[in-house]
């Protein structure tokens, strides 16, 4: 019994880390998904910016700016911000911006939560683009771009770049 234990151990140290290699590859693709999700949503806008001023004029209640300051900022991040999460350069403090910028365009959307913000949030069916986007950036703010990054190829060719600053007195 002992020996089929230390048996089952082994082979899920193994197998975990052969999975454990997958992470790189996982991030790049949730990079990737969201990164496209917003740069085409910020295209649409820039193809139509009428359209766009008519919904965040109208539909849109984004809190504290205006609707027209709203309408051409959320088309810029949109289309600036992908760029930077694909390509995993500045990776977490992007995703982080990302990530606030998602959970302003799903609050600010009423028609998104039919049944109630507190209900919808934890409803499987309501608005789950942006719980899925939100969480792939979570997993990228948490655990950074991953291997297959701008970020890490920064990391290895300039070390020092990627350490903390230690504050002297």
Same mark, same amino acid.
């Given at each position: ?16 880390? /052969? =999975?454990? #290699?997958?992470?790189?590859?996982? $991030? *790049?693709?949730?990079?990737?998904? +969201? @990164? ?51 390509? /995993? =350069?500045? #990776?977490?403090?992007?995703?982080? $911006? *990302?990530?606030?910028?998602?959970? +302003? @365009? ?64």
């Amino acid at each position: 019994m002992k020996g089929l234990m230390l048996g089952a151990g082994s082979f899920y140290a193994r197998l975990t880390r /052969g =999975l454990a #290699g997958l992470e790189p590859v996982v $991030l *790049l693709l949730f990079r990737i998904w +969201v @990164a496209l999700a917003f740069w085409r949503a910020g295209v649409v806008k820039l193809e139509d910016p009428f359209g766009t001023q008519f919904l965040f004029n109208v539909m849109y209640q984004v809190p504290l700016l205006s609707p027209d300051v709203a309408a051409v900022l959320g088309t810029w991040v949109e289309l600036i911000v992908p760029w930077f999460i694909a390509f /995993g =350069l500045l #990776g977490r403090p992007f995703a982080l $911006l *990302l990530f606030i910028y998602n959970i +302003v @365009a799903f609050t600010s959307f009423p028609d998104l939560w039919p049944h109630g913000f507190w209900t919808d949030l934890f409803n499987i069916t309501s608005f789950v683009d942006h719980k899925v986007w939100g969480l792939m950036l979570l997993a990228i703010i948490a655990w950074g771009p991953g291997a297959l990054s701008l970020d890490r190829l920064v990391q290895r060719f300039w070390p020092k770049a990627s350490r903390p600053v230690e504050v002297t007195s």
